[in-house]
């Protein structure tokens, strides 16, 4: 077993070569001996609709019932329906099989525990050291079947009332949202066009993140052809969501952020955000000019999640498209009720979409940069970076990698939770500043790697 596959926040890799049954198997026997130390009995399991889905959920449901733990299986889910139906069903612990926004050649486990949250990084810890001892207990576990996809479906349309009807324009990418989004957004008061709203597993279309704007141009022609008011855009498993305004320009999740919390945060004693280290300081200048007090955390939608559970915060996301409210939902991240969150808010003040951020402070800034790097090196680069930084006397933070704080933006250099890879980002108020910061750390991180 490719033991680099066990990630900080959940478990993702190629399949078959290193997430295949056997790996699945070997997973619900590790997860089951650590339910029944902790005297669990039953577990929720369900799938995303990637093409190796059912097998590794299969395999993984034979593991979990070999050591005694019964097993309530909701099949094909996206990850926010099986949020849903764990807290529906009271079963706060289980598992889902995905890979969430990662290639279509992927897949993957997330891992759920006490209060219906990812289990901490000192939890899933413990799952790794048995998953790498092999000491598994023994016993006789159930399976029974259990659907709450209606009620999930009904949730969601009962969460908003619409009062002018928007045109709106919902990308599926094939991915798991295409079995219950139609369902939804067809009973809203929105004038709806769908593209790739067909559940396909090898997701033909585009790729899967929708925090990228390259995977958004078929989105984009759609909008601008038609005229729509705006456009919604979800990855695989529909935790994560993108959007583009009525002229087709992404309104990236930072800045989405500090629309939704500026909407928020009056509304509420409880002035908590959290976000992570890749977002702009154009939403710290926001939530500080809302009375919110922002919290920096690293990355990781398992990781952001838990925090703010802990800092009993109204709302929070990160940069990459996840977005978690608890003013009137249930605290974990859902592409869809963000997407219907945001047509709410544009046809309760009657806006257009790009006029809800026109007064944001303007930054230059980066997309997410990837350069491929094995799991086995990219911390040592990291640690090396640091060292320049520390040479050059700069400023900067260890909260997730490193961030390099300037007045006027950030150099962030961070290992990505999800793959082989370091990620980038950079900020300033000029192009030219943007570009030197930005080919200063990439020419850096290039001559590690070699």
């Known amino acids: 077993m490719d033991f680099n596959i066990l990630r900080e926040n959940d478990i993702r890799g190629d399949y078959p070569s290193q997430v295949n049954k056997e790996v699945a198997k070997r997973l619900g026997l590790a997860f089951g001996t650590y339910l029944r130390s902790k005297d669990v009995k039953e577990v929720v399991i369900g799938h995303d609709n990637r093409l190796s889905g059912e097998e590794l959920h299969a395999a993984l449901i034979d593991g979990i019932i070999a050591t005694g733990i019964n097993v309530l299986d909701i099949g094909l889910a996206t990850s926010p329906l099986y949020n849903f139906s764990s807290i529906q069903a009271k079963i706060p612990y289980g598992i889902i099989v995905t890979a969430s926004h990662n290639k279509a050649s992927d897949n993957g486990f997330k891992i759920f525990g006490e209060n219906y949250l990812h289990l901490t990084q000192e939890e899933l810890n413990k799952v790794y050291d048995l998953i790498r001892e092999e000491s598994f207990v023994s016993g006789i576990g159930q399976v029974r079947e259990g659907s709450y996809l209606q009620e999930y479906v009904d949730m969601l349309i009962s969460k908003v009332k619409l009062d002018q009807r928007l045109k709106v324009v919902v990308d599926c990418g094939h991915g798991t949202t295409s079995i219950l989004a139609k369902d ?119 990781y952001i999640e838990n925090e703010i559970f802990n800092a009993d915060a109204m709302f929070g996301g990160e940069y990459s498209g996840h977005i978690y409210f608890r003013d009137d939902y249930y605290g974990f991240d859902d592409g869809i009720y963000a997407g219907i969150r945001v047509i709410e808010l544009l046809s309760r003040k009657n806006i257009r979409a790009s006029e809800t951020y026109a007064h944001i402070e303007k930054f230059y800034n980066t997309p997410e940069i990837r350069v491929s790097v094995s799991d086995d090196k990219k911390w040592n680069v990291i640690e090396k970076i640091k060292e320049y930084a520390t040479h050059h006397n700069y400023d900067f933070s260890t909260i997730d990698g490193i961030r390099v704080n300037y007045n006027d933006g950030f150099s962030l250099i961070r290992c990505s939770n999800t793959g082989p890879q370091i990620t980038l980002r950079f900020e300033a108020r000029t192009e030219e500043a943007l570009e030197y910061r930005k080919r200063e750390f990439l020419n850096l991180v290039e001559y590690l790697i070699k």
């Open 184 to 302: 939804v957004f067809n009973n809203l008061n929105v004038d709806v066009t769908y593209l790739y709203a067909e559940s396909d597993g090898s997701f033909p279309a585009r790729d899967l993140d929708p925090n990228d704007e390259e995977n958004l141009v078929t989105l984009r022609q759609k909008m601008l052809e038609i005229g729509a008011d705006l456009g919604i855009a979800f990855d695989g498993d529909g935790d994560r969501v993108g959007i583009l305004d009525e002229n087709g320009n992404m309104i990236v999740t930072d800045i989405l952020m500090a629309i939704l919390a500026a909407d928020i945060i009056p509304k509420t004693p409880k002035k908590n955000i959290i976000y992570d280290v890749k977002c702009s300081k154009a939403l710290e200048i926001e939530l500080r000019r809302i009375g919110a007090n922002g919290i920096m955390k690293k990355n990781g939608s398992a």
